[in-house]
């Protein structure tokens, strides 16, 4: 097993995509489910700190260690089996999304959570509950999780299979691969009913595999995982319309949304069914204009939506989409459509663009990133929505707004050009957050909590549920040393 200690061959390990960094003595690169327990064997005993590291696109600090060691995950990253006849794939925890991706459709076959940075390691996707563009119509990581593999902090294995551990109410009973039996009593809490990756998973009688995704290294180390797939579509419309009002652009959505979520209904029976619904604010896109000088100059918003469709449907849906852009204003003489797999590529490379182009802003400026990653239910989603906008425009600061708007889940990525500048974003950020939360919403719809979120999630639950969360860790990780600072502060903190 490959172990790097010098301080230039490690760096990189430092620091993620938020350009949030730490520091550690070693990296880790085990390749065998017994290499991860061997490394978690040791680092127990001596109660070293252990950070699990992903491929470094997360933003918000959970794969940078503060001390101790780190096991980077990215030479477990065998494809182990893709089965097209009963539609699953096993892998390992540091296969790439998009190669992962580009392997199933081999087989007429689609793997829907597709975070915007198809870079991504499976494990982190698990680890975080990560979702995209398709989660509209498809939902997040977790609905196709099937099995995990997952290495306790005593090196010890908990094998899970969706619908075989479940809780009795709130109490859970697992048994590991040594034949140890844990058990515990689940955190008693309400969850937002929104799109959500804050925090522990529970509810009552939950399926016990639903606690380890999201739950961002802190219970184990995920070794291997099972994951559901789905049919390719046939055929996807993709298309990007301008509008020269920004409210059209936001009802549109709405009314997309709302007959996408009717579409199997007898109400509407042959309504449009989204696949993915995002905006794009005029300030992203005069953000995007040097890089894409297509876009229509002086257009207050852009929406991005796609449609499965057939040989059979494509002219139906086509039709009904034109009807629901004329209905809202949309230009029609400047929209983006694609029907082939390589326009669709270009369509969607625009929409991942802005967040690479975020991220060199932020580096160039040597601060952390300062994006929204808030959600609520719709009925308050405009509320939501100005509030923000409000907010930052009174504190003078650029900013570039877009996102998953048909999840009424908002980017809002403030562009500080100084540490001062910064330091009110901050202030900002955490009123937008209180907001989301007092709606009923979520301070993270999906890129998870990690180090940079845990004021926000203490926020949004309180110490009460924040102490329960601990307790639960403590049954499997009793000395703390699993990916400390992800989720919590620990009492020693």
């Not at 109400?267 to 876009?295: H, T, V």
């Not at 929209?335 to 590529?345: G, H, L, R, S």
Request: hydrophobic residues 40%.
């Amino acid at each position: 097993m490959l172990i790097k200690t010098l301080p230039d061959e490690i760096e990189s390990y430092f620091v993620d995509a938020s350009n949030y960094k730490g520091q550690c003595t070693a990296v880790y690169f085990p390749e065998t489910i017994k290499e991860i327990s061997d490394i978690l064997i040791e680092a127990n005993r001596n109660k070293t700190h252990v950070t699990v590291s992903g491929n470094g696109t997360g933003l918000t600090g959970g794969r940078v260690p503060e001390d101790g060691i780190v096991i980077s995950t990215e030479k477990l990253n065998n494809i182990i089996e893709i089965n097209a006849e009963e539609m699953y794939a096993v892998v390992q925890p540091g296969v790439i999304l998009a190669d992962f991706q580009a392997k199933v459709k081999e087989k007429n076959l689609m793997y829907p959570p597709d975070p915007t940075e198809k870079n991504c390691f499976i494990g982190g996707t698990v680890s975080t509950n990560a979702s995209g563009e398709k989660t509209f119509k498809y939902g997040p990581t977790r609905n196709y999780v099937l099995e995990l593999d997952i290495v306790l902090q005593d090196g010890d294995v908990l094998k899970l299979a969706r619908g075989k551990q479940k809780a009795d109410g709130y109490k859970l009973s697992l048994i590991t691969e040594s034949g140890r039996k844990i058990e515990f009593k689940l955190a008693d809490y309400k969850m937002p009913e929104v799109k959500n990756a804050s925090g522990y998973f529970c509810k009552g009688n939950m399926d016990a595999i639903d606690l380890f995704i999201g739950s961002e290294g802190t219970l184990g180390v995920i070794a291997k995982v099972k994951l559901k797939l789905v049919p390719l579509p046939e055929n996807i419309i993709s298309c990007v319309v301008f509008f020269d009002d920004e409210l059209n652009a936001l009802d549109f959505i709405s009314k997309a949304r709302d007959i996408s979520k009717a579409a199997n209904s007898k109400l509407n029976p042959a309504g449009i069914e989204a696949l993915a619904l995002e905006f794009f604010d005029d300030r992203s896109l005069k953000f995007l204009q040097d890089d894409y000088p297509q876009i229509p100059r002086n257009v207050k918003a852009g929406v991005w939506f796609e449609q499965e469709v057939t040989n059979v449907n494509e002219d139906k849906f086509f039709e009904a989409w034109m009807e629901l852009i004329k209905e809202y204003r949309g230009d029609e003489d400047t929209a983006w459509f694609a029907f082939t797999d390589a326009d669709k590529k270009k369509i969607q490379d625009f929409r991942h663009f802005i967040s690479a182009k975020i991220h060199e802003y932020i580096a160039k400026n040597n601060v952390k990133n300062l994006g929204t990653d808030v959600a609520v239910p719709d009925n308050k989603f405009y509320e939501l929505y100005f509030y923000a906008k409000k907010k930052v425009e009174e504190a003078g600061l650029e900013f570039v707004t877009y996102g998953h708007f048909g999840n009424s889940h908002v980017h809002l990525n403030m562009l500080p050009q100084n540490q001062t500048e910064y330091d009110i974003g901050t202030l900002v950020y955490n009123e937008i957050c209180k907001a989301a939360v007092k709606l009923g919403g979520t301070v993270s719809a999906e890129h998870g909590i990690g180090k940079r979120k845990r004021d926000y999630l203490l926020d949004m639950y309180g110490e009460k549920v924040i102490q329960q969360m601990i307790e639960m860790k403590k049954v499997f990780d009793p000395n703390l040393i699993l990916s400390r600072g992800n989720i919590f502060k620990l009492p020693d903190e």
